[in-house]
């Protein structure tokens, strides 16, 4: 099965600093890639995906790379402001035909300070 | 419908006894997913459904688990024989599509097995 594996597991910057969250995969079948982020005591939330297809992908402030070659894809997140401060979730799975669900890691906790 | 709902949001039980957990999708879903995930770490697939059709079970799900959703439209799982370990935010997540889709998740059902 899929494996998926997130650095580093707290982050703290000030605000105004960028930030960046990567995560490796293990299956190379794997072609679909989301982030979510769950504030605390809330539900996961999708805020960016990413296909295999692609490079990168860019929503404003939030962006999301993928190397397939080498198994891995980031989150970018510029300009940080207090209400960034959650913990994010890098996600793989097999879409389409072959379709596998989700595999999450284990979570990155942002904290920006003010 | 606002969103995907889970009942109940707290479970308390003993080691030894049935617990069943309900989740009511967004209507139009199609696909329904479960999940489990524990403090400090990512959510762990369980299961998901295609309509009534059960399509993946987690490997790691012992025969205690089990999942039903008769008509396409609401879903519940039960854990036979609790254990302690068992103990876990039970989250239930829908989506709409015949490829990646974004997933919506509910509050979660919060088990605690004494």
């Known amino acids: 099965g899929e494996n998926v594996e997130q650095h580093p597991s707290t982050l703290s910057v000030q605000e105004g600093d960028s930030a960046v969250i990567k995560c490796t995969y293990s299956?190379?079948?794997?072609?679909?890639f989301p982030w979510y982020k769950q504030e605390l005591g809330k539900r996961p939330q999708l805020i960016i995906d990413i296909r295999s297809n692609v490079g990168e992908k860019k929503d404003q402030r939030i962006a999301v790379t993928l190397n397939k070659t080498a198994k891995h894809f980031s989150l970018h997140i510029t300009e940080t402001q207090p209400e960034d401060s959650a913990v994010y979730f890098c996600a793989a799975s097999i879409g389409d035909t072959g379709r596998r669900a989700l595999t999450f890691g284990s979570g990155t906790r942002l904290q920006v300070q003010p | 419908d606002t969103g995907v709902s889970q009942d109940p949001r707290h479970k308390i039980t003993k080691r030894g006894q049935n617990v069943t957990f309900r989740c009511d999708p967004i209507s139009e879903h199609n696909r329904l997913y479960w999940y489990r995930q524990t403090l400090g770490q990512g959510p762990e697939f369980l299961t998901y459904f295609q309509n009534e059709a059960q399509l993946e079970k987690s490997r790691l799900l012992s025969d205690r688990f089990s999942a039903e959703r008769p008509k396409g439209s609401f879903s519940t799982l039960e854990i036979q024989r609790t254990e302690q370990g068992d103990s876990a935010m039970y989250l239930c997540?829908?989506?709409f599509g015949t490829g990646d889709e974004k997933l919506f998740f509910g509050s979660g059902t919060q088990l605690s097995v004494l």
């Open positions: 299956d190379s079948a794997s072609n679909y």
């Open positions: 997540a829908s989506s």
